[in-house]
């Protein structure tokens, strides 16, 4: 069985559920230019392409000249918001330390505004330590480009054959596979199973508790 050195993650979906602060901070914004709201099934579709996309899809469809005065808005509200409901999705504070406890680097890469990924990263996923955590800023590219992705794998000093990477979206496996690491979809974040088979993932996850029986981490 292969080797893999390091994991380098996702996070909305695939660590943490964020699902209901993301609503609440899209439809805050949208009361406040009062436009109708979305539903939490709408606001779980259209995540996945960071913080600027995810206003487009929520803002109705004549109204696309409101998206930088929507984005503004969002993300002052998401920056007092984003800690409020969020937690780790069952078992992966025991995977993330079971791969501490085997040396593994451990980073994110994601898609979300960087300085909610910092943030989560700090207070909801303490006391794991991530060596390299990477979200959206403005100077950087936005996954499936895989320039942020493989800088991490570059941080720990390991090729990219020997990185695994987790996600719950098709974004996430085409990161993986443009980034050259193992591509591995997990089902209990915002997208189908389908979606992730469709995408190409090497191999999908029900539980983080099948990952370790699955992948050998050395």
Wanted: net charge negative.
């Amino acid at each position: 069985m292969k080797t893999y050195k390091a994991a380098i993650f996702d996070m909305d979906g695939t660590l943490v559920d964020t699902l209901e602060d993301l609503y609440d901070s899209v439809n805050e914004m949208l009361a406040h230019f009062d436009f109708p709201p979305r539903t939490i099934d709408e606001v779980r579709q259209f995540c996945g392409n960071g913080a600027r996309k995810l206003m487009i899809r929520s803002l109705p469809a004549d109204k696309a000249d409101f998206v930088d005065a929507a984005l503004a808005y969002y993300n002052d509200s998401y920056a007092l918001h984003c800690t409020n409901k969020v937690k780790p999705y069952a078992g992966v504070m025991e995977f993330l330390a079971a791969l501490e406890a085997k040396k593994i680097p451990l980073g994110i890469c994601t898609n979300k505004q960087h300085f909610a990924a910092i943030e989560i990263a700090e207070k909801i996923l303490a006391p794991i330590k991530f060596s390299y955590v990477s979200g959206d800023e403005p100077s950087q590219p936005r996954k499936p480009d895989p320039a942020r992705a493989l800088a991490g794998a570059a941080k720990f000093g390991v090729a990219a054959e020997d990185v695994a990477y987790f996600g719950d979206t098709a974004v996430d496996i085409q990161t993986a596979i443009n980034a050259g690491f193992l591509a591995v979809g997990v089902t209990w974040g915002f997208r189908p199973r389908s979606e992730l088979v469709e995408a190409g993932a090497q191999i999908i996850v029900d539980s983080p508790q099948e990952i370790l029986d699955l992948i050998n981490f050395a």
